[in-house]
């Protein structure tokens, strides 16, 4: 059995002091496990802050992104060992902002995924399509490419207790939300996918929707069967929507 998880990505938003009292005000509230857990991902330079403000909570903390390297010249990057240090246990790897903004590579990515689970780091690995890859008829094309890069260069089994999120990139922060049907299809077929290459892995990999996930339409969409939680942009900014989300689950 899957045990559900809805992780917030808060994106570069946020003071220092808003940051606190959103936490504060989603730690408060989420004392009552709803089934589901449950995961900020904060801008780099609030995690001291937010990890210690959530300090014996349930609530994880993640990054937004991680380095591909270990340590060194790398100007402007943070090492999976340093985000340990400071609390985390999550790191958003190839969210579609860092693909298509920063021009992030699969094989970029499937770099970044590799450091993430070599330092014990959980990555939550997007993926999706654009609108015009979907009308092309092109998603499982995409899918595949961005799933074997981080399959071919880690292994099969480093999917194990990794998070996998859907998103396809039309619905992000759009309004436009994927059918419940659509985006169980592309869940199936990612766990399918994985379970090409080894079943065990495949049936326990969370496999969470990102793209205008919203209190009244998270409880549908986490009701289907291979939809295991969320990635939530906009409403986790907002404790009592995020929290609402959370327990849609
Ligand atoms: C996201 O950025 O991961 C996301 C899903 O954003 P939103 O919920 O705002 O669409």
């Known amino acids: ?3 559900p998880i809805v992780i917030g990505n808060w994106k570069m938003n946020g003071s220092l002091e808003s940051s606190r009292q959103l936490v504060l005000a989603i730690g408060e509230k989420a004392v009552d496990d709803c089934g589901a857990d449950i995961g900020v ?3 780099f330079v609030f995690i001291p802050e937010v990890s210690s403000l959530l ?22 990057e943070v090492s999976a060992q340093m985000l340990k240090e400071f609390g985390c246990t999550l790191a958003i790897v190839g969210h579609s902002e860092r693909r298509a903004l ?4 699969n094989e ?13 780091l959980v990555p939550v ?3 999706g399509e654009t609108l015009d890859q ?3 008829g092109k998603t499982f094309d995409i899918i595949n490419a961005q799933l074997d890069a981080v399959l071919d260069t880690s292994g099969t089994e480093a999917l194990d207790g990794v998070i996998v999120a859907y998103e396809p990139v039309w619905a992000i922060g759009s309004g436009m939300t994927a059918t419940d049907e659509q985006a169980q299809e592309v869940h199936q077929y990612i766990r399918n996918r994985v379970a090409g290459r080894n079943q065990t892995i495949a049936r326990a990999l969370r496999i969470v929707y990102g793209g205008s996930v919203k209190p009244d339409n998270a ?7 291979d939809i295991d939680g969320g990635l939530i942009g906009g409403a986790s900014l907002e404790a009592d929507s995020f929290l609402s989300i959370c327990c849609s689950v």
Do not use: H
């Open 108 to 120: 970029l990515v499937a770099e970044r995924f590799r450091q993430a689970v070599g330092e014990g």
């Open 219 to 225: 409880a549908r969409l986490f009701s289907m069967p």
């Open 134 to 136: 979907r009308q092309q």
């Open 55 to 76: 300090d014996g909570s349930r609530v994880l903390v993640g990054s937004q992104n991680v380095a591909d390297r270990p340590a060194g010249a790398y100007t402007g």
């Open 102 to 105: 920063y021009g992030e590579s």
């Open 125 to 127: 690995l997007c993926v």
């Open 41 to 43: 991902c904060v801008p």
């Open 1 to 3: 059995m899957r045990r």
